[in-house]
């Protein structure tokens, strides 16, 4: 990739749990055409996955007649994914620090998805309009090695 040629992808997809593996997909295909590495490509899918999947659940309660919007910024540096969801939207501030070890122990599913993205992307940014729309942005910059 050329530096500073920057290139956007987008796909607007029903917010139903059996189009994360569609999503899963987008995400791989654009990643790895972009030269990042397995364990990069691995980390992005699963960042992207755990956003989509707050929002089917949080957002929409499960409601697939709603959308999840995702565009991807791509360039020499950095693959931004912007995930939207036009639910009524939260307060990360005011979201629990997880316990991790405790959830480990009652093998209790959950509650980890901003912690993981934060774990597995390098930014993780959300713009939220109380009502209206919340996005979650997830950059993963590129390793000398996938740098073109």
């Known amino acids: 990739m050329q530096k ?7 796909i607007q997809i029903s917010a139903a749990t059996e189009n994360l ?3 899963r997909g987008f995400i791989q295909d654009i990643a790895r055409q972009a030269g990042f590495t397995t364990e990069q490509i691995d980390q992005i899918k699963l960042a992207v996955d755990e956003a989509c999947t707050n929002a089917i659940k949080h957002a929409y309660s499960y409601d697939a007649s709603k959308t999840i919007d995702l565009k991807i910024d791509l360039d020499s540096e950095k693959m931004e994914i912007v995930v ?22 009652k093998a209790k599913p959950g509650g980890l998805g901003i912690h993981l993205m934060k774990t597995l992307m390098d930014t993780v940014n959300f713009k939220i309009i109380p009502g209206q729309k919340t996005e979650v ?3 993963k910059y590129r390793t000398p090695e996938t740098q073109r």
């Open 21 to 23: 593996e569609i999503i």
């Open 4 to 10: 500073n040629k920057a290139k956007t992808y987008r």
């Open 84 to 105: 939207t969801d036009y639910g009524p939207g939260f307060d990360p501030q005011k979201l629990d620090q997880p316990d991790i070890n405790k959830n480990a122990k």
């Open 137 to 139: 942005h997830l950059i």
